[in-house]
């Protein structure tokens, strides 16, 4: 079935003419209409503008034009700009906002011909792990749909496991793309923080936060990161450096790749989960890698740095939800104080308050240096241990997440028990590093990833290790039941 | 009483860059256009956007910090001032806290007894500016104009080293000046492009401690300045003499009273709750970069001053004057360029007297002066020639100024030549004193006040076109004795 089929083998299709994208197009979002409301994955549907954008992309075609992604469907997290299109954030704040500009990652892709077929569901303004705080209501996990789909990313997730689209975009701020990807069973990779445009994603940490993408297989992951990546001028944090062929990598032999085991990711690791990084392992040396433990002690401290630095970014960065040029406005506010008060009270859900509350106590004077300060010397010494590590080994590898998908409902009251969901993958965003996750195996059958994190712009490494195990393996090919 | 307390000030000033656009956005600064067309998404603080910092920007505050032989730092960071205000789109104002881009400089400024001040610049940092809040017109409503919001400001402050209303003012046309020398800012204090915070406070004479300070917002103009911290520190003073004591808050000065109102209280104050812009790099500034900006210095104030005063053998307080915009300057320069060095002082004279008097008069830049140098010059050159006494030259001058013709038509049309013949004078001179017997007799018999009297007849009979110190040596000998003038 077409839907099936990776982004390359669509390509060849659309290239050889042998389907159009209007085709594709209709054939995703039959699917979408048919298994989307048992998923709940998206905010917003652009039925129209994706047939428009694919007859565009038809006549590119017809006209000889090739491209990687030209007429393949995607999905935009909500959390994308998107021209003349609400884009919600996953907030009752922007429930109005039509954003009046196509961010950078939206204008590349649009511009290399993929079709957007909508937006999808998130936690509100990428704050949380299970899509639960959204005010579109929670994604199901299309694996277990009485299962958290993971977050914030969960709406791309569990549309891209369903097989809704080819492949949705992501942000990663503390592992929002990994995390929903380990728990429904696809590809989700984080590049390095600069790789690619922040430039129109709506902001929450921005310091953590990196654009990526959940796809099928490395392979794919490859393709689309190529359009996404490089340096955009409206950034500042966005990096000028060349962007190599990452489809172009991914022949490498492994043989002699030094992977290291990362002593801390194991220390008190579930058996069943521990057993899947083991045949993990076994795969890799196999392929010729060499494993070797290494340690990053400043490891277990990330958890409580991330949830200093991360609040403290998104207290300032969600100032501008004030209810007084876009977004939501309360009714009848008697004065400014009670705009404010109002707009924000109401606008902005549980989740997000205890963020910004925690955020703004952290940076308030008497705190700073006990909170904030104390934060970045830890992040500084975490990133430190990363680069240590990466003198010796090419790359770290370990678990994406604790568990499989938890219940719905079952950690939404404990914030602590919640975040320390984010254990394995909040390191490589406090150190900038790329990161990947894809399917390793099934735990009371539900799907389980491997993690692999490379040094600072090692993304071709990463994905070719990630491509390598997907030739040897076959765990990314399985569908959820009643999705294949 | 006053005399018992020591006044301490000390400035923030803010002066506007003058950028085309805006620091973090590619919107245009100019000023005047109709409200919100001068804003882009940047500057509305859109969900997703990012600023990118303007590099004019950087260039202009690091030619101020070399100005005034600051430390530029070679890493600065810009910072977050996080605070709720419906003309600050972002909830927060980029600025710079902990490391700003321009460190530890001076400035020599002249008092009015001509003594001259070393006052210590602290620091000088970047930042937006916020937008406008608009009341006119709206009923039960308030608009929001930002425009404004995004330009860039250079944030100088001051030590706490001047002790009096006019030490302030003396320091901030100082920087006034060197800001337009420079080039980074028009100086516009109407359209608010430079305008300044005072820090006031009192302390007895003698003692070391700084008193409580109360800080004045939004100055813009000299003579505001100066009123308001006049007002503060009577205000000060009264309130300590009478027992009480001073509160640490910021005040507003009311222009229309001549008295300055608390507006908060320091515990009303906001915790600011400062961090790094996580979305902009630290500015690296390297030594090519401060060589290149280096290389576009101009001739500073004082160094023109300097050179006035020794190439043109001039006062002081006249170097002072004429390096006080670069335009005076380049002005008086023409002109001495016609005139030559040697009559300098008569430049000097015209060019702070008649000149800047009628451009006052009729509140025109020197660019736009109705006599430009070479008009001018043509006008100085007919005074040392003697064609036309200095008195005369006054009256082609006015005549030039609204008339826009060059002096020597003037002088011709009007017959102002100067009476330089001996024998014209003479003869005038008879008659006059064979008119006026008794004023003879008298000046004679020892009134020698009459003498002007006699100048006066002369010069009103030839229509103050009598050569002055011809007339002056004649006379003398025609009246004989008596008259010593």
């Not at chain 1, 045949?279 to 010729?288: K, R, V």
Request: hydrophobic content about 40%; charged content about 25%; glycine content about 10%.
């Amino acid at each position: 079935m077409l839907h099936n089929l990776f982004i390359g083998e669509l390509a060849e299709r659309l290239t050889k003419r042998q389907i159009s994208s209007v085709e594709l197009t209709r054939h995703f979002l039959s699917r979408i209409e048919r298994l989307n409301p048992g998923l709940n994955a998206f905010i917003t549907l652009t039925p129209k503008q994706a047939l428009q954008e694919a007859a565009a992309a038809d006549a590119r075609l017809a006209a000889g034009e090739k491209g990687p992604l030209l007429g393949i469907p995607l999905i935009h997290k909500d959390i994308f700009c998107t021209d003349g299109v609400k884009t919600s954030c996953g907030s009752r704040m922007l429930d109005n906002f039509v954003a009046p500009y196509d961010a950078t990652v939206v204008a590349r892709l649009k511009g290399a011909g993929a079709v957007m077929l909508g937006k999808s569901n998130m936690d509100e303004f990428a704050m949380g792990s299970s899509n639960e705080t959204s005010y579109y209501g929670p994604v199901k996990n299309p694996w277990d749909t009485t299962k958290v789909p993971g977050g914030s990313s969960g709406g791309s997730a569990a549309a891209t496991a369903a097989r809704l689209a080819p492949f949705a975009t992501g942000t990663d701020t503390g592992g929002s793309i990994r995390q929903p990807a380990a728990l429904t069973g696809v590809t989700g990779f984080k590049p390095t923080y600069g790789r690619v445009s922040r430039y129109g994603m709506i902001a929450f940490a921005s310091s953590l936060d990196q654009a990526g993408v959940f796809t099928r297989s490395a392979g794919d992951a490859a393709a689309v990161l190529q359009v996404m990546a490089g340096f955009d001028a409206r950034d500042s944090t966005s990096v000028d450096a060349p962007v190599p062929d990452y489809s172009k990598a991914l022949g490498a032999p492994l043989k002699g790749l030094k992977i290291g085991l990362l002593r801390e990711f194991f220390e008190g690791l579930e058996p069943r989960n521990a057993a899947l990084i083991e045949d993990a392992l076994t795969i890799y040396t196999g392929l010729g890698a060499e494993t070797r433990e290494v340690s990053l002690p400043h490891l277990p401290l990330s958890v409580p740095t991330y949830y200093v630095v991360a609040p403290a970014e998104c207290s300032s960065n969600l100032s501008r939800f004030d209810g007084v040029r876009f977004g939501y406005r309360c009714k009848d506010p008697k004065d400014l104080m009670d705009l404010y008060k109002r707009s924000r009270g109401e606008g902005f859900g549980a989740e997000v308050k205890r963020r910004i509350m925690t955020g703004t106590y952290v940076l308030s004077a008497g705190y700073f240096d006990a909170y904030y300060l104390k934060a970045q010397k830890a992040r500084r010494m975490i990133t430190d241990d990363f680069r240590a590590a990466f003198e010796k080994v090419d790359l770290v590898i370990g678990p994406t997440t604790p568990t499989p998908a938890f219940d719905i409902g079952a950690k939404v009251n404990d914030p602590v028990l919640m975040y320390l969901n984010d254990i394995y993958t909040i390191g490589a965003n406090l150190a900038g590093l790329p990161g990947i996750s894809i399917p390793c195996g099934f735990v009371d059958s539900l799907p389980m990833g491997l993690q692999l994190v490379g040094p600072h712009f090692a993304e071709a490494k990463l994905l070719n290790a990630a491509h390598q195990y997907q030739q040897a393996t076959d765990w990314h090919r399985h569908a959820p039941r009643g999705y294949e | 009483m006053m005399s018992n307390w020591e006044v301490v000030i000390g400035l923030e000033i803010h002066a506007q860059l003058a950028t085309k656009s805006k620091i973090f956005s590619g919107s245009p600064t100019a000023y005047g256009a109709p409200p919100n067309t001068q804003a882009d998404l940047v500057d509305l603080g859109f969900p997703g956007v990012l600023p990118v910092l303007n590099q004019r920007a950087v260039q202009m505050a690091v030619k101020f910090g070399l100005a005034i032989d600051a430390a530029v730092a070679r890493r600065s960071v810009f910072a977050r001032k996080n605070y709720f205000y419906p003309d600050l789109p972002k909830g927060y104002q980029i600025s710079q806290y902990e490391l700003p881009i321009v460190a530890r400089g001076s400035l020599k400024v002249m008092l009015d007894d001509g003594a001259v001040k070393t006052i210590g610049i602290t620091r000088a940092h970047l930042e937006e500016d916020a937008g406008k809040s608009l009341h006119e017109g709206l009923a039960n409503a308030t608009g929001i104009d930002l425009n404004r919001a995004g330009t860039p400001l250079l944030e100088i402050v001051s030590e706490p080293d001047m002790r009096s209303a006019k030490e302030a003012v003396a320091y901030m046309k100082k920087i006034h000046t060197l800001v337009r020398y420079l080039e980074i800012c028009d100086g516009n204090m109407q359209e608010g492009s430079f305008r300044c915070d005072a820090n006031v406070s009192v302390r007895p004479k003698g003692q070391e401690k700084f008193g409580t300070r109360a800080e004045i917002k939004n100055l813009n103009s000299f003579r505001f300045v100066e009123k308001a911290i006049q007002y503060e520190v009577a205000r000060q003073v009264e309130i300590i003499e009478g027992g009480g004591k001073v509160v640490q808050e910021t005040r507003l000065y009311d222009s229309d009273k001549d008295e300055t109102r608390s507006m908060r209280s320091k515990e009303e104050a906001n915790d600011y709750r400062y961090f790094p812009d996580p979305d902009l790099l630290p500015v690296e500034i390297d030594e090519p970069f401060i060589a290149a900006v280096r290389a576009t210095l101009p001739e500073l104030p004082d160094q023109k001053a300097a050179r006035f005063a020794k190439d043109f053998a001039l006062s002081a307080y006249d170097a002072g004057v004429l390096s006080a915009s670069r335009e005076l300057g380049a002005y008086f320069e023409a002109v001495i360029a016609g005139v030559g060095a040697g009559h300098a002082k008569l430049a000097a004279n015209w060019v702070m007297g008649e000149l800047s008097s009628a451009l006052n008069r009729d509140n025109v830049d020197i660019q736009n002066s109705k006599v430009d140098p070479a008009q001018l010059t043509g006008l100085l050159h007919r005074i040392v020639d003697e064609t036309i006494s200095g008195k005369i030259a006054k009256e082609v001058f006015e005549a030039m100024w609204s008339e826009g013709k060059p002096a020597d038509a003037i002088i011709e049309a009007k017959g102002l030549r100067q009476i330089t013949d001996s024998g014209a004078i003479e003869g005038v001179i008879d008659a006059v004193i064979a008119a006026n017997p008794k004023q003879l007799a008298d000046y004679r018999s020892g009134k020698d006040k009459l003498f002007g009297f006699f100048v006066g007849q002369v010069m009103k009979a030839t229509g103050g076109k009598a050569n002055p110190a011809q007339l002056n040596e004649l006379l003398k000998t025609k009246l004989g004795g008596g008259g010593n003038a």
